[in-house]
C-alpha cells in the first residue's frame, strides 16, 4: 500500500492567517492527490483534485500543489468556516490510502 | 444532481457478518467511468479506504481486509452493497459510501470521491 503522511496532525490559527498543510506520499503518484475537508459529524468533501484543481464551488483562498511524492494545501486567509479536518488522499491506485488527517483549530 | 445514502444495522454482535446498502440517484453504475467506493471511520479517527467497484463490475479491496469483504452492485435499484464478515468492536465506525468521479470514460486518469453519502454509524458490540 501507498502510506499518505500528512503534517502537522494538528495546528492552531487565526482568521486571516496562511495556512498550509502538507502530505507526503511513499512513492510517487504523479498528481494523483486529493484533498477532502471535514466538519465535525459530516461527510468529507472535496476541496482539490489532481494536485492542483479546485472543485467546483469550493473558494479560491483554496490551493493546491506539488507532484510526485510531496504536495501542499494553503488556505491563504482563514475563514472562520474553515475550521475543520482536512485529509489527502492519493488516487493513483487501490488502496487509494488516505492521509491520518491535520486538524486546524481556532487560535 | 448525485445523492447517495446508506442503510443498514446501527448494531451487531461480535463474529456476525455486517451488511451495509449505498442507495443512489443521480446517475448509473451501467455508465462508463463511473464508481461507488466504501469508506469507514472509527470514531475520532481517520478515514479508510475499503472497498470500490466499478461500472464494467470490477472491484478492488483494501488488502488488509479484503479476506473480509465483498462488494456487489444492483444496476436495476441503483444500489451497492458492501458486506463485511467475522465483525469486531475494533470496525466500529461511520460507514460511507462515495461517488467516484473519472476524468475519462474508462476510468484510468484522475479520479475522486464526489459526492459522499451522509455516513451510517455501525457498532460492534455484544
Known amino acids: 500500500d501507498i502510506q499518505m503522511t500528512q503534517s502537522p496532525s494538528s495546528l492552531s490559527a487565526s482568521v486571516g492567517d496562511r495556512v498550509t498543510i502538507t502530505c507526503r506520499a511513499s512513492q510517487s503518484i504523479t498528481t494523483r492527490l486529493n484533498w477532502y475537508q471535514q466538519k465535525p459529524g459530516k461527510a468529507p468533501k472535496v476541496l482539490i483534485y489532481a494536485a492542483s484543481s479546485l472543485q467546483s464551488g469550493v473558494p479560491s483562498r483554496f490551493s493546491g500543489g506539488g507532484s510526485g511524492t510531496d504536495f501542499t494545501l494553503t488556505i491563504s486567509s482563514l475563514q472562520p468556516e474553515d475550521f475543520a479536518t482536512y485529509y489527502c488522499?492519493?488516487?493513483?491506485?487501490?488502496?487509494?490510502?488516505f492521509g491520518q488527517g491535520t486538524k486546524v483549530e481556532i487560535k | 444532481q448525485i445523492t447517495l445514502k446508506e442503510s443498514g444495522p446501527t448494531l451487531v454482535k461480535p463474529t456476525q457478518t455486517l451488511t451495509l446498502t449505498c442507495t443512489f440517484s443521480?446517475?448509473?453504475?451501467?455508465?462508463?467511468?463511473?464508481?461507488v467506493g466504501w469508506i469507514r471511520q472509527p470514531p475520532g479517527k481517520a478515514l479508510e479506504w475499503l472497498a470500490l467497484?466499478?461500472?464494467?463490475?470490477?472491484?478492488r479491496y483494501s488488502p488488509s481486509l479484503k479476506n473480509r469483504l465483498t462488494i456487489t452492485k444492483d444496476t436495476s435499484k441503483n444500489q451497492v452493497v458492501l458486506t463485511m464478515t467475522n465483525m469486531d468492536p475494533v470496525d466500529t465506525g461511520t460507514y460511507y459510501c462515495?461517488?467516484?468521479?473519472?476524468?475519462?470514460?474508462?476510468?484510468?486518469?484522475?479520479?475522486?470521491?464526489?459526492?459522499w453519502g451522509q455516513g451510517t454509524l455501525v457498532t460492534v458490540s455484544s
Open positions: 443521480g446517475f448509473s453504475l451501467s455508465t462508463s467511468g463511473v464508481g
Open positions: 467497484i466499478y461500472w464494467d463490475d470490477d472491484k
Open positions: 488522499q492519493q488516487s493513483y491506485v487501490s488502496p487509494r490510502t
Open positions: 462515495a461517488h467516484l468521479y473519472c476524468s475519462t470514460s474508462r476510468c484510468y486518469g484522475d479520479n475522486w470521491f464526489d459526492p
